[in-house]
């Protein structure tokens, strides 16, 4: 098994898609998962396209998702010569001709076979079967010189000593001609694994237009590096029993190509976004509250004076996105909160808050201890027969300005009875003022 070696072989452009990072990502781990070895290969012939600065973004990637690979990357550019020169042998030995494609001059074009059949085993589509006469000669060499994709690809796999190709379906019908190639140099033909196409809702191929569909778009938008790998392994992959949120050591050990599945993977977003809150909660509470304390800081908000563990306890197993600390805890921190409209219109326009916010700030005020039992109690004694979530959302709006957050009654013990009281009688009153704050709010 250690004779296993497995590549990820990129064209840089400038964004590395989520497609091709998952195929990394099934490298890496079917390599990890065997003892053998994950290579880097860079395809960079497009000159054009494969600048410095796209090579350098594929390689932030990689790093940013802990893909490490086992020997110095090799760019494809440098091989040219020696792609040139199996031409030039397919030439001399009439597995290829030179023929002029389109006017615009003569190219080198490989000899596919015209009898029988072309088969190989794709270790996760199973048997695949093409009739030769089905099959075209296609181009190896463009008419200004450069070798295309499919000898390169080939050259450098045998080169490396690749024994395992793992890559995306839309590459299942040029295996066919790559295994002809493998045969026609004389080398051994290495195993293949096409993983399924990655779709949106619709079934259609997942791209830009449903979303981020590039690394460094995920990474801007706050998904932590190990929430993002999870979520790409299980497009394609299911580790054979209910788990989905795994440790690196738990998909090392458990993943195999039998358990790669062959139809399209569907792109849940909501899922994904689930999977970073999971991976947030699951951080060391150290970890988070360094964070936490980061960004409440850089958004201007004090953390003196309040209860910062209660509070870190209470906003961790909340949190989706460190990004949203700051405006999904600020009241703890600053009197000048701001309000949900939407909460204000539908938990605060009703003729009788004003006098219900006064009515809990009363008995309120009479608790002692000021905690999550007696304010419980204090507000089902007030709702009655009315039901608790009569007086528990507009309270948690006032408080708080918003709709969602901690259970109340744990929000109310950490904000403390003073607080509360006093921002109850103050939204009351803004609430009776013509001209107030939530005048022109709808």
Not at 193 to 200: E, G, R, T
């Amino acid at each position: 098994m250690s004779a296993i070696r497995v590549r990820f072989a990129p064209s840089p452009t400038g964004n590395v898609h989520i497609g091709n990072i998952r195929a990394a990502i099934f490298n890496w781990l079917f390599a990890r998962h065997t003892g053998g070895k994950f290579l880097l290969r860079v395809e960079d012939t497009d000159r054009e396209r494969s600048t410095p600065e796209a090579i350098q973004t594929l390689l932030d990637a990689m790093k940013w998702l802990k893909l490490d690979y086992d020997e110095p990357e090799v760019y494809q550019s440098h091989n040219t010569q020696r792609h040139l020169a199996v031409a030039e042998d397919f030439l001399r030995r009439g597995l290829a001709y030179k023929e002029d494609k389109g006017g615009k001059g003569e190219c080198v074009i490989f000899r596919m076979p015209k009898q029988g059949r072309l088969t190989y085993h794709d270790l996760v589509k199973g048997d695949m079967k093409k009739k030769a006469e089905d099959t075209q000669d296609f181009v190896i060499v463009r008419a200004d010189g450069s070798p295309v994709f499919h000898l390169a690809n080939v050259i450098d796999d045998i080169d490396q000593g690749i024994t395992h190709v793992i890559r995306g379906d839309d590459h299942v019908e040029n295996t066919f001609k790559h295994i002809e190639l493998f045969k026609a140099i004389g080398a051994p033909v290495p195993q293949y694994a096409h993983l399924p196409m990655i779709v949106n809702n619709m079934g259609k191929p997942y791209s830009k237009r449903d979303g981020a569909a590039f690394v460094g778009e995920f990474r801007e938008q706050g998904y932590l590096p190990d929430a993002l790998f999870n979520f790409l392994l299980l497009l394609g992959w299911a580790p054979g029993d209910d788990r989905e949120v795994l440790t690196r050591e738990e998909m090392i050990e458990l993943f195999t190509l039998e358990k790669c599945k062959s139809s399209p993977a569907r792109f849940d977003m909501k899922k994904l976004q689930w999977m970073n809150g999971e991976y947030i909660r699951n951080t060391p509470e150290e970890e988070y509250e360094r964070e936490f304390v980061s960004r409440v800081k850089a958004a201007g908000l004090p953390v003196e004076g309040v209860d910062l563990k209660g509070i870190v306890a209470q906003m961790q197993v909340r949190t989706k996105f460190y990004r949203d600390i700051p405006g999904n805890c600020s009241y703890f921190f600053t009197e000048t909160y701001p309000f949900d409209p939407k909460g204000v219109a539908k938990r605060l326009k009703g003729e009788d808050v004003p006098a219900l916010l006064e009515k809990v700030a009363a008995a309120f005020e009479a608790l002692e201890p000021f905690d999550q039992a007696t304010t419980n109690e204090a507000v089902k004694q007030l709702a009655g027969e009315s039901g608790m979530g009569s007086v528990i959302h507009p309270v948690r709006v006032a408080v708080s300005g918003l709709t969602e957050g901690p259970g109340l009654f744990e929000m109310l013990e950490l904000l403390g009875k003073e607080k509360v009281c006093r921002r109850l009688r103050t939204v009351a009153a803004g609430l009776k003022d013509p001209a107030g704050p939530f005048a022109a709010l709808p």
